[in-house]
């Protein structure tokens, strides 16, 4: 789940589900196993419960440039693809937007008629996930700042969610390793 040595959100679900299925299929192939696996299984779906509390992880996940909806498409049924898509989608959802629902769009508009169009929400979450996967590996925190025009709602997003930090390791050993930043050094 680590970034360099900063635990980063966006890997976490994939890490959490590819250790759930591991222990199931160890319980299925070695049978005497089963029990153990079992509990662990049963502690982990508390967790992984609590993790579903939050969007974050899911926001985090789909703004990895090497990930989108891939691991969702691939492993999730399709009720929870729908929920993830709208769970950014609706992250989308601005003063502009506001103004058109209650018909005071006349009001937002700051722009000069000559200006040039920016792209809608849709347009740029279309341009976002249909574009290919970013080699895996990719620094997400550059793929942002090269693609900050491209997709404005998308990277106002990232600077958002992206600085929230797992959780692999115990505090003290978080806090332990700030000698590293220390000025010995």
Same mark, same amino acid.
């Given at each position: 789940m680590c970034s360099e040595r900063t635990p980063i959100l966006a890997n976490a679900i994939p890490a959490f589900e590819m250790f759930m299925t591991a222990w199931e299929r160890l319980g299925e192939k070695f049978l005497h196993l089963e029990p153990y696996t079992k509990v662990g299984i049963e502690w982990a779906v508390k967790y992984y419960n609590k993790m579903d509390l939050t969007k974050a992880y899911v926001i985090a996940m789909?703004?990895?440039?090497? $990930? +989108?909806? #891939?691991?969702i498409q691939k492993n999730w049924d399709e009720e929870f693809i729908d929920e993830a898509t709208q769970t950014i989608?609706?992250?989308?959802?601005?003063?502009d937007e506001l103004a058109e629902h209650y018909g005071l769009d006349d009001l937002m508009d700051f722009t000069d008629n000559n200006a040039c169009r920016n792209q809608s929400i849709d347009e740029e979450f279309v341009a976002y996930f249909t574009a290919p996967?970013?080699?895996?590996?990719?620094?997400?925190?550059?793929?942002?700042? $090269? +693609?900050? #025009?491209?997709?404005?709602?998308?990277?106002?997003?990232?600077?958002?969610y992206l600085p929230i930090q797992a959780s692999a390791v115990p505090c003290e050993h978080v806090f332990s390793s700030s000698v590293e930043t220390d000025t010995k050094r």
């Open positions: 789909v703004l990895n440039p090497s $990930i +989108h909806l #891939s691991w989608k609706d992250l989308g959802f601005g003063l996967l970013s080699e895996k590996g990719m620094d997400i925190l550059k793929f942002w700042e $090269i +693609h900050e #025009s491209s997709f404005l709602t998308l990277f106002a997003i990232a600077l958002d």
